[in-house]
């Protein structure tokens, strides 16, 4: 007796799950290092620095997205500290080195961000949303320029995809927008940046 209503209490529950619909999540990893460094300097000795950042070149599918990708840069090192001051400069018509470097110098910036989004992808309910970074920091003040952090990071994210249960589906999800992933990388390479311990300047 007591297993026959069990049973109908199953039924009944399972009859009303059935049809259900709950949205999936896109649910993305920890951010870490950037996937490519190339240079750190053996030590951070420039906390106190004034750094100005330039707008990143990109590819011509993502027009605009470079000065984007450079914003994001500047308000993550902004939130986190990284540097004394960080000032974006984005309306720079001759972006050689030579001329962002004299720039600086006249402005006394002690160090220069200089990037490059290297491709740029965004996605949707069935594609991958992508986008690869390039920066260099590069020291200006006093002496011959110097390359100090010169890394990529990129970011790749998947839909979520539709799946059917027995008594329920799970809607898909559009994959996370290119926007999402441009943030990801600034705080990859704000990890670089703070993964070496402050000291103080040498000079």
């Known amino acids: 007796?007591?297993?026959?209503?069990?049973?109908?209490?199953?039924?009944?529950?399972?009859?009303?799950?059935a049809g259900c619909a709950y949205q999936r999540d896109v649910t993305?990893?920890?951010?870490?290092?950037?996937?490519?460094?190339?240079s750190i300097p053996?030590?951070?000795?420039?906390?106190a620095a004034r750094v100005?950042?330039?707008?990143?070149?990109?590819?011509?599918?993502a027009r605009g997205k470079g000065e984007l990708a450079a914003l994001f840069l500047c308000q993550e090192l902004e939130q986190r500290g990284v540097f004394r001051e960080i000032v974006p400069l984005?309306?720079?018509?001759?972006?050689?080195?030579?001329?962002?470097?004299?720039?600086?110098?006249?402005?006394r910036y002690d160090l220069i961000i200089v990037?490059?989004?290297l491709y740029y992808f965004e996605g949707s309910l069935l594609e991958p949303s992508s986008v690869k970074e390039e920066i260099r920091v590069i020291k200006v003040r006093g002496g011959k320029p110097r390359?100090?952090?010169?890394?990529?990071?990129?970011?790749?994210?998947?839909?979520?995809?539709s799946t059917d249960y027995?008594?329920?589906?799970?809607?898909?999800?559009?994959?996370?927008?290119?926007?999402?992933?441009?943030?990801r990388n600034a705080e990859k390479f704000c990890n670089m940046i703070l993964d070496l311990p402050p000291q103080s300047e040498q000079q």
């Open 1 to 17: 007796m007591y297993a026959q209503i069990r049973m109908s209490v199953y039924i009944i529950m399972a009859l009303s799950l």
């Open 28 to 38: 993305l990893p920890p951010v870490d290092l950037p996937e490519g460094i190339f």
């Open 42 to 47: 053996q030590s951070n000795v420039y906390g």
């Open 52 to 61: 100005a950042v330039f707008s990143f070149s990109a590819p011509s599918n």
């Open 90 to 107: 984005p309306d720079i018509n001759d972006m050689s080195m030579r001329n962002l470097i004299n720039d600086a110098r006249i402005k």
């Open 115 to 117: 990037g490059e989004l």
């Open 147 to 161: 390359t100090l952090w010169y890394a990529n990071a990129t970011e790749t994210a998947q839909p979520a995809l």
């Open 166 to 183: 027995i008594v329920a589906q799970g809607k898909g999800a559009p994959a996370p927008s290119a926007a999402v992933l441009m943030r």
